[in-house]
């Protein structure tokens, strides 16, 4: 597509339940990035895709955290057992080599009630 | 270890005056790339400029500009004559050169008001 989409674009959990987080990178891009942001925060990295590989996942902030990745197209954040610190808006980026030109999505904004 | 450090917390000027915003960052690679991006308050993040760690040339882009000094390991954004559309929080980021994959390394991020 034309940019990188993300979707749900909201999303309202309980406490405990388990969320999947979408997102469909620009076509083409071999290298697909997930972040997450705080209210009033910086972003944070979380996991970064080459293809299906993931050589780095070093910001996962917890084993509750997972991600996959089809090829070099759509990735799945998962999200077990949502805790609400989790509240945050989750971007994903993706490019096409391992340095510049990343594009952001506009986020899903995940609420843990 | 990366780091990027935006001092500025928030910063308010009135409108058509001039402001820098403020980048200091830290890397062992001998070659990188420098970013600032805009996140106005829809929430998108709006690419504005990447800046390789070879070219220490300063760049103008209508009201924007960048100066990059790499003796100070710092990469300034200065807004002439700014209007109220400039009020955002500004990032500045950094990613490496190796062939593993190049995260973007984001400073915390300065708020900017524009007011009337």
């Known amino acids: 597509g034309a940019g990188v989409s993300q979707s749900p674009s909201n999303k309202v959990t309980e406490k405990g339940k388990d969320v999947e987080l979408r997102c469909d990178p620009i076509?083409?891009?071999?290298?697909l990035y997930w972040y997450r942001q705080r209210l009033g925060q910086g972003l944070e990295f979380l996991i970064y895709?080459?293809?299906?590989?993931?050589?780095?996942k070093s910001g996962l902030p917890s084993d509750r955290f997972s991600a996959e990745r089809t090829g070099e197209s759509v990735s799945t954040l998962t999200i077990q057992r949502t805790q609400q610190e989790d509240s945050a808006v989750y971007l994903c980026?993706?490019?096409?080599?391992?340095?510049?030109?990343?594009?952001f999505g506009s986020g899903t904004r995940l609420t843990v009630v | 270890a990366q780091k990027v450090t935006q001092a500025q917390t928030e910063i308010s000027v009135v409108e058509k005056e001039d402001v820098t915003l403020d980048c200091v960052y830290e890397?062992?690679?001998?070659?990188?790339?420098l970013f600032w991006y805009k996140q106005p308050p829809s929430g998108e993040l709006v690419f504005l400029i990447r800046?390789?760690?070879?070219?220490?040339q300063n760049e103008i882009s209508g009201r924007y500009s960048w100066n990059f000094q790499k003796s100070t390991s710092s990469f300034n954004f200065t807004i002439t004559a700014s209007q109220v559309v400039d009020s955002a929080v500004y990032f500045c980021?950094?990613?490496?050169?190796?062939?593993?994959?190049?995260?973007?390394?984001f400073g915390t991020g300065t708020q900017l008001k524009v007011e009337l």
């Open positions: 980026a993706s490019s096409s080599a391992n340095r510049g030109g990343y594009t």
């Open positions: 076509s083409g891009h071999t290298a």
């Open positions: 895709f080459q293809g299906n590989s993931a050589p780095d």
């Open positions: 890397t062992r690679d001998t070659t990188y790339y």
């Open positions: 800046r390789n760690s070879f070219d220490e």
């Open positions: 980021a950094l990613s490496g050169y190796t062939g593993g994959g190049n995260k973007l390394t």
